[in-house]
T-cell receptor, first 117, second 116 residues
Framework: GAGVSQSPRYKVAKRGQDVALRCDPI?????LFWYQQALGQGPEFLTY????????KSGLPSDRFFAERPEGSVSTLKIQRTQQEDSAVYLC???????????????FGPGTRLTVT | AQKITQTQPGMFVQEKEAVTLDCTYD???????LFWYKQPSSGEMIFLIY??????QNATEGRYSLNFQKARKSANLVISASQLGDSAMYFC?????????????FGKGTRLHILP
């Protein structure tokens, strides 16, 4: 079946522009996660949804970052007034209902590489 | 304090040799999961292997095995008979499920180079 898809794959934004990054999770997956991966680093957790509910947004670096998943499927990560330090790969991952379980791995999308100039 | 520590930023290994990638973790939970992911230069994250904190046997998946030492909070990845295609970044990760919170915390990674 289809995996997690993300669009666009590459985005160049001028400093101060707003951007929107899209994630299409695997069909039926309840949990959806966003990560930020700086060059040469491991992914850093940003936020987590269970269906349409955003249960954890503790990793969002500032109030310029906003994520939504209004119908419990597709999710959008929006970054307002982009700064150079926002340049990174933004990874989306999904997994089945993980309530009370530990075993499900997260299935990752290919990422969106954001470059802020 | 870091929850996942990978002390080897880079490793060079001769093809066909076995390689061990180190990972230590920090948690006060009794129930947690440990994962290893591979990230080739193309950028996708590929799941390799999983170990649950209550699993008594070390996990194995083909050429990958996880050397789980719970008392030492260690979860090293062993790749047997390494291949050129194993060259990539490798990330150790831990999942803690507390209340409704559910996240995976990643280490900083080890870049593995397999030499012909």
């Amino acid at each position: 079946g289809a995996g997690v898809s993300q669009s666009p794959r590459y985005k160049v934004a001028k400093r101060g522009q707003d951007v929107a990054l899209r994630c299409d999770p695997i069909s039926g997956h309840v949990s959806l996660f966003w990560y930020q991966q700086a060059l040469g680093q491991g992914p850093e957790f940003l936020t987590y949804f269970q269906n349409e509910a955003q249960l954890d947004k503790s990793g969002l670096p500032s109030d310029r970052f906003f994520a939504e998943r209004p119908e419990g499927s597709v999710s959008t990560l929006k970054i307002q007034r982009t700064q150079q330090e926002d340049s990174a790969v933004y990874l989306c991952a999904s997994s089945p209902d993980t309530t009370g379980t530990l075993t499900y791995e997260q299935y990752f999308g290919p990422g969106t590489r954001l470059t802020v100039t | 304090a870091q929850k996942i520590t990978q002390t080897q930023p880079g490793m060079f290994v001769q093809e066909k040799e076995a390689v061990t990638l180190d990972c230590t973790y920090d948690t006060s939970d009794q129930s947690y999961g440990l994962f290893w992911y591979k990230q080739p230069s193309s950028g996708e994250m590929i799941f390799l292997i999983y170990q649950g904190s209550y699993d008594e046997q070390n996990a194995t998946e083909g050429r990958y095995s996880l050397n789980f030492q719970k008392a030492r909070k260690s979860a090293n990845l062993v790749i047997s008979a390494s291949q050129l295609g194993d060259s990539a970044m490798y990330f150790c990760a831990m999942r803690e499920v507390m209340n409704r919170d559910d996240k995976i915390i990643f280490g900083k990674g080890t870049r593995l180079h397999i030499l012909p």
